[in-house]
């Protein structure tokens, strides 16, 4: 009897009834917007005037700003007609055939200061048009229609040309401009299958699911916290700024998260997607990798230069170390600052001191005593956009002589030098304040791979005074130089409370031995938070995941598929092709990973990381032929590639082949002059052939460009002394051991060359 009792409880567990039965959580649902108007009237009124509402609609008279009156757009040889035709707005363009045709317009993209016009293209994809509308007023230089890219050569199989890769809506847009979205894109037929359940960013984008908030307040509950909402924006409530005997308000209480910021971030942050779950979605780090500080992405000083939103500027400022959220600046509802000019800073920044003459220097109600043109100075991207900077900074018109940053004062005064700028705030004694962004002078100098580069950035690392954004972008830098007290470092970022300084800080360690990688790391296998996860698990794959431990193998896995399924998830891309490529070459998996390269170039023929590794490949099972022949058919889609030019020589070396291959390498330094190593191996390639004085020659003019290069300053001093030279050599060797100050070899050889110089002079 007892026997047939546990054998029926069993079979109620499996089925789903009996009194062991569980009652599933129920999962929320999109019910849309205007489920909310009858209970939040005034918020829903507001969002119907915002450009949130409006970021994707239909084409019609009243949404459709571009003048589609037979109004023409010519670009070199080729011209664009915009016109009406049955009541639809139609654009007459060259194809991804490089035929002209007439593409109906299928969504209106955007309001202001432009508008874009989405076309359907084949298996389910959207494309984003890129000659766009400039929606500004005529006397500001709009109502005219533009190229978003001027000075590109956009033709047909350009990933840039509005039928290419990159103008995809589903993979580029999608997300920030419909509500619910979601990609469902199918590798084995290449179709997106793209849905959303609401046009526009739309409540629920911010707000997560609301079916359960609406079965809430249809029966309210004190025990449901959140209000059937995964969390609330309680960020804010019973917070008080107060001025403490001082003309600037201090919060309260400390925030007692960031989850306001972060869930504007999912649109407003230079990111990278892998989930478009809403609940993964809704923790951020869940579903994105933000951007750091990255050179090239932001100046030395955390400017931001390329096109990189707000998130992480904001990260770095000031405000937000004091517990100021995007809401307390901005209404979240109608999209616009909550206060007109200088009473929005007002609100924490005591006018009489800050809103003066005293303080700002120039003339009441003037362009210069507006405080965001002086604390946010813009940047226009898109032609004609311009967005205030949002790391809030004070003016520092001294660092554009010494870090090359660009300034708020020479942005209004273009015929004034920043030297000018940094004598007049000496003028007025206001020179005396750093201010906030401290990191500047240590990512300048790793930046640059200076003397003392390493030594800064541990103190950046180190100091907990400094934003978790900037700390990151530190350990980021630090990853380029892994010596052994930067490994050690890392390792103690990796208990940081912050995600973005966890998982750079595991970049770093992924730089160790197995041994200390497995120590390190596999503790965050286990992480509350997926970018973590998938950044440890990738760090362990190959050579250290067969030491781990049962129980770490378990987490391994797990993460690691984590890992696979987010770049799955961008499987259209043929970068997420060559991450799956680079970690199945990790594992030993030599064929998966030839499928994930060769698929990367089947999405983009130009896309040349892929042709480069496969003949890599090629190389390391000793078919040099077709490593060759893999290269030359990607350099001729590719003729301004200096990465398959250099590929392409040393190929060519390989196969002693050596005129063509110095005039490969020589094109490969014409090309990318930026590539102090094309510059080193072109130089050394010269020496060997025979050539040293012209290997000098180019050496010497890369080391103009890269002054602290290792590799170029040691062939420099090497190449001095054959020359027998010892006084050129020198300067080359002292540098040297600047750079590397531990290197006993390096110290040995610059006091050799002191001791034959100072012999020479006597």
């Not at 629920?204 to 449901?224: F, K, R, V, Y």
């Not at 090309?671 to 010497?700: C, I, N, T």
């Amino acid at each position: 009897m007892l026997l047939v009792l546990r054998l029926w409880a069993m079979i109620a567990l499996i089925v789903g009834f009996g009194p062991a039965a569980v009652a599933q959580p129920q999962e929320a649902r999109f019910v849309g917007s205007a489920a909310c108007a009858s209970c939040h009237a005034s918020a829903y009124q507001s969002w119907q005037g915002s450009q949130h509402r409006a970021a994707m609609q239909e084409p019609d008279e009243t949404t459709v700003l571009g003048r589609f009156d037979g109004s023409s757009f010519r670009k070199g040889e080729n011209a664009t007609v915009f016109l009406k035709r049955d009541g639809k707005f139609i654009i007459r363009a060259d194809g991804a055939d490089g035929q002209a045709g007439d593409f109906p317009v299928r969504y209106v993209f955007g309001l202001y200061p432009l508008q874009q016009y989405l076309i359907e293209g084949p298996g389910g994809r959207l494309q984003a048009f890129t000659i766009a509308w400039d929606s500004r007023p005529a006397e500001r230089g709009g109502q005219r229609w533009f190229d978003l890219y001027p000075a590109a050569g956009t033709a047909p199989g350009d990933p840039l040309h509005w039928t290419g890769l990159d103008q995809n809506w589903n993979y580029q847009c999608a997300w920030c401009h419909a509500t619910n979205l979601r990609k469902n894109y199918d590798q084995a037929s290449q179709i997106f299958s793209t849905t959303f359940s609401e046009i526009g960013v739309g409540c629920e984008s911010c707000h997560g699911p609301a079916s359960l908030h609406l079965d809430w307040a249809a029966h309210p509950s004190a025990s449901q916290t959140d209000h059937g909402f995964a969390f609330r924006f309680d960020q804010r409530a019973g917070v008080a700024w107060k001025a403490s005997g001082g003309a600037t308000a201090t919060r309260s209480g400390p925030p007692p998260s960031d989850k306001e910021a972060l869930a504007c971030a999912g649109c407003h942050a230079r990111r990278q997607q892998f989930s478009d779950d809403p609940v993964a979605a809704a923790r951020f780090y869940d579903a994105f990798r933000p951007a750091t500080l990255d050179a090239g992405l932001y100046y030395p000083d955390g400017q931001q230069r390329e096109e990189v939103y707000n998130f992480a500027s904001f990260l770095q400022s000031r405000m937000y170390a004091a517990g100021v959220t995007c809401a307390d600046c901005h209404d979240p509802h109608a999209g616009k600052t909550r206060l007109a000019g200088n009473a929005l800073c007002g609100q924490c920044h005591d006018p009489g001191t800050f809103d003066g003459a005293a303080h700002h220097h120039h003339a009441p109600g003037s362009a210069g005593a507006q405080c965001v043109d002086c604390h946010m100075p813009t940047t226009t991207y898109m032609g004609v956009d311009a967005r205030h900077d949002h790391s809030m900074r004070i003016p520092r018109p001294d660092r554009s002589a010494t870090l090359a940053a660009p300034n708020a004062c020479s942005q209004c005064h273009g015929a004034k030098t920043a030297a000018w700028a940094a004598e007049t705030l000496t003028r007025w004694r206001m020179d005396g304040k750093p201010g906030f962004q401290t990191f500047a002078e240590a990512f300048d100098l790793a930046d640059r791979q200076a003397p003392g580069a390493a030594d800064a950035l541990l103190r950046v690392i180190a100091d907990e005074s400094q934003s978790a954004v900037a700390r990151a972008s530190a350990l980021q830098r630090l990853a380029l130089v892994p010596q052994p007290a930067a490994i050690e470092r890392a390792r103690r970022a990796l208990a940081d409370k912050s995600p973005i300084v966890r998982s750079s800080a595991a970049a770093v360690v992924a730089n160790a031995d197995a041994r200390t990688r497995i120590e390190a790391l596999a503790p965050l296998l286990a992480d509350e938070t997926r970018l973590v996860r998938m950044e440890a698990a990738r760090a362990l794959a190959g050579d250290a995941e067969a030491a781990l431990s049962a129980k770490d193998r378990m987490a391994f896995e797990k993460a690691l598929g984590e890992y696979e399924a987010g770049q799955a998830f961008n499987a259209e891309r043929p970068e997420s092709q060559a991450n799956l490529a680079a970690l199945n070459l990790a594992r030993g998996r030599l064929e998966a990973a030839r499928d994930a390269y060769e698929r990367a170039l089947a999405l983009d023929k130009t896309f040349a990381p892929a042709a480069i590794a496969l003949a890599e490949m090629a190389r390391a099972q000793g078919d040099e032929r077709s490593a060759e022949e893999t290269l030359q058919k990607s350099l001729a889609l590719n003729p301004d590639s200096g990465p398959l030019a250099h590929a392409l020589g040393l190929s060519l070396i390989r196969q002693k082949r050596l005129t063509e291959a110095l005039e490969s390498l020589e094109k490969a330094v014409s090309l990318s002059p930026e590539d102090a190593r094309f510059a080193y191996v072109y130089g050394v390639a010269l020496h060997d052939a025979g050539a040293p004085e012209k290997a000098r020659d180019v050496l010497l003019r890369a080391l103009q460009r890269h002054a602290f290069d290792r590799d170029i300053l040691m062939a420099l001093a090497s190449y001095e002394i054959e020359r027998g030279d010892y006084a050129a050599a020198s300067p080359h060797a002292e540098t040297l051991s600047q750079l590397e100050p531990q290197d006993a070899s390096v110290r040995n050889l610059a006091a050799f060359l002191r001791a034959m110089r100072e012999g020479a002079r006597k």
